[in-house]
């Protein structure tokens, strides 16, 4: 069984930061945590940040400048750094990661159970 905990969520006021962690665990060949979406009330899912196993990073425009995604691949965990919050920021924010059973199997994507972030004065 695989396991994706996001922590780090809060309530925080405009220009405030905080720093979300995605940590990876399961008894399975492989987790490659790829990155980070968002959801907020009424709203589609979209796509925050990515980053691969060899750093490179991708980044919605909305985001961009304020956000940066990070990983440490020894604790199979990736971060997410946010500064200069919006109210608009406000959403539930989740990770995935791309999961192989066994060396053999096909790759499935998994999620995390999000994490909230309220971003309000």
């Known amino acids: 069984q695989v396991q994706l905990v996001e922590s780090g969520g809060g309530f925080v006021q405009p220009g405030g930061s905080l720093r979300l962690s995605c940590a990876a665990s399961?008894?399975?060949?492989?987790?490659?945590?790829k990155g980070w979406y968002r959801q907020a009330p009424g709203k589609q899912r979209e796509l925050v940040a990515t980053?691969?196993?060899?750093?490179?990073?991708n980044y919605a425009d909305s985001v961009k400048g304020r956000f940066t995604i990070s990983r440490d691949n020894a604790k199979n965990t990736v971060y997410l750094q946010m500064n200069s919050l919006k109210p608009e920021d406000t959403a539930v924010y989740y990770c995935?990661?791309?999961?192989?059973?066994?060396?053999?199997?096909?790759?499935?994507?998994?999620w995390g159970q999000g994490t909230q972030v309220t971003v309000s004065s």
């Open positions: 399961g008894s399975v060949f492989s987790i490659n945590i």
């Open positions: 980053i691969t196993s060899g750093g490179t990073t």
């Open positions: 995935n990661a791309g999961v192989r059973r066994r060396a053999w199997s096909n790759e499935y994507l998994d």
